[in-house]
Structures are given as structure tokens and as C-alpha cells.
């Protein structure tokens, strides 16, 4: 075993995030010398596979912490926000998946092939950004250096129900079995309408400005994330009935005049992020949800020159929300570590 190997807790470790947390380990070949797996009281017993053995999940506990280097929590902001502290006293670095700690002054706020440098300035705890943030600026970043600075950005997202986690999903495949069934659709829990053959242009709860929570987080997060105080981001989160993946659909004014082909330049000579891009292929070339699904890269396309705004850019991005927009990212950040 490498020297380097460290003593791994995952907190949340049988949640969609977490499961994908341990694919990533497995898969990047991340030397682990120990993996401690929480989880609520409720999968205290079970057991997940890691590299060929099966590891019983233990609950969360202020003192599930002890010899942890390196802590990486998707249970929630309230778990996070109630037991990080206790892993930081312990002597662990938490990289944490809610929203708890990202605005905090002296929590980094990493995707690390944007802004990984910033990590290593941590008081024992790193945020991983929000998934349609991160989706967002794994395309916007290349762009961002290659035109002078982004100065505004309007979205629209189109968001799996697996950013809701194992409930989304199941409420989706809940629905949809019962309408093919011909039965009456069944009232959901997670959703505030029915999520099956709709869309919902809601995603977390609204703020006093008629915007949601989500939405918010895109302006603020990419603000700290870019090191550009001035970015404003008027952002539109929807829900749609897709499994796995969001997609976003940016229109980003630049300082510096923008084209296409050297956006496409830039994106491709990026690490991450994929150009799929060419209309006028038979079939036209764009990518979707599913072409990215349980791949590391956000694919880009329909990249074109804005028609209403001045030096603006419009295009299309997707990614993994669970993969890059969660769990990848956060191995990326112990990595950096
Ligand atoms: P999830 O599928 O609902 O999983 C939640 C996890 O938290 C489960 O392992 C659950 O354990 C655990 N948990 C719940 N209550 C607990 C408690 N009282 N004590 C200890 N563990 C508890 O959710 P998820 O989608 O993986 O999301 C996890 C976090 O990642 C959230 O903060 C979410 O905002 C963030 N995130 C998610 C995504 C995404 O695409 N899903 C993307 C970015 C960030 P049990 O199985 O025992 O209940």
C-alpha cells in the first residue's frame, strides 16, 4: 500500500452521492488505507462493496471521526453542519457536499480544474460547489479566460431527479409505472407537482426576490468560484422527468469580443470538457443527458453567436450531477489533497 494512502470516512455513504463516491475511489484507484462508511442509524448493519470486499456500514456519530484524514459528507447541510466540526477536532479534512459551509469566508469553494489552486488555503473544510454551478463553469471557465471575463450569464437548467437524491428518483419511477400501468398518477413527496411527463420550474425553496435558492446559488457560487465579484447570473432552474444528468442553457456576455470557433478551441483544449458540437453533421451533433451519463467530461454544444446581446455567447452544457457535479468532484478535491 502507498504511503500515501489515506483513512477515508464517507458520511452519507449510501446515498446517490455516495455510492458514486465510492465508483470514483474505485475507479481513479485513490489509495485508501482505511474506509469508514456512516450512514443514518436506519443502514447501520448493511453493507457496499469496495474493491471486491464488502464494507458494514456503521452510523454517524460524533466519534465516528477518530484517525479520519480525509472526510467527504453527502448527508445533507443540517448532517454537515452538526458533525463536520467534529471531524475537523478529530483531525480530518471534510470535503462537503451541501451547501453548508460554501459561502463561509475561508471554506474554499473547489472545481479543481477551474479553481484548485484555492484549496489548499482550507481550515479543514472545502465545499463542493452546487452541480448545475459546477456543470455551468466547466464550460464557462475556458470561455472566461479566452474573452476577457465573463460579465453576466442567463441560464435555464434542465435538472435530473437524481439531484434530489435516491427519493427523486423513486418518485419519478414511481409515476411513470403507474401512468404506463394506466392507474392514476401517484401523489409525490419530494416534488410539488407530478414530475412524470412535466416539468417544474422549481428547484429548492423561493427566495424574497422570486428567485429559488438554486438559482441564487449559480450567482453567488460562480462569483467566488471565478474570483469575479461582479458576475450576475439570472438563472431559471427547472426539473425535468430525466434520471441522471443536467443540462444547462447558457447565454454568457464577455468582455472581449467572443467567436465560436475560438470558443471551440478553448473548451477542447480544456481538461474535463468536451466539444460536441456540429450542426450540421447527418444527424446534427449536440450532446444530451444521456450521452454524458457515468462519464467524468461536461459536453458542450449548439455553441453559437448571440443574437441580443453584444459579445455574448449561447450554448448548451451537460453533465453528470452526481458524477462531476458531486461525487467526482469531491475525490478531485481529496486528491488535491
Ligand atoms: P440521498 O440519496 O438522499 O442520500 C442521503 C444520505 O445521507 C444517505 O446515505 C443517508 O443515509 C444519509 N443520511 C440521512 N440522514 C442521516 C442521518 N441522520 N445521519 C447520518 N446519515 C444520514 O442524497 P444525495 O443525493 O446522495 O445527496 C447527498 C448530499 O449531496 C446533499 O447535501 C445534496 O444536496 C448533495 N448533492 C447531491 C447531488 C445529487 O445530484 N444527488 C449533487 C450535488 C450535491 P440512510 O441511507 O441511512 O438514510
Redesign the pocket.
Known sequence: MSQNAKHLAV????????IEILKCLEQRNFPVSKLTL??????AGKTLPFRGEEIE?Q??TPESFADVDVALF????G??KTFASHAVRAGAVVVD???AFRMDDGVPLIVPEVNGGDAQAHNGIIA?P??TTIVTLMALNPMHKAFGGVKSILASSYQ?V??????GIAELEAQVEALARGEDCPAGSVYPKQIAFNVIPQVDVFQDNGYTKEEMKMHFEGQKILHAPDIKASVTCVRVPVFRSHAVAVTAVFDDKPSVEAAREAISAAPGVQVVDDPFADPAQFPTPLDCTDGDDCLVGRIREDLVLDKALTFWVVGD??RK??ALNAVQIAELL
Open positions: 458520511a452519507g455513504a449510501t446515498g446517490a452521492v455516495g456512516l450512514a443514518s442509524a436506519r443502514s456500514v452510523e454517524l453527502s448527508a445533507g447541510g448532517i454537515s457536499n451541501s451547501s463542493n452546487n452541480c435530473a437524481s439531484g434530489s437524491g435516491a427519493q450531477q452526481v457535479g458531486a
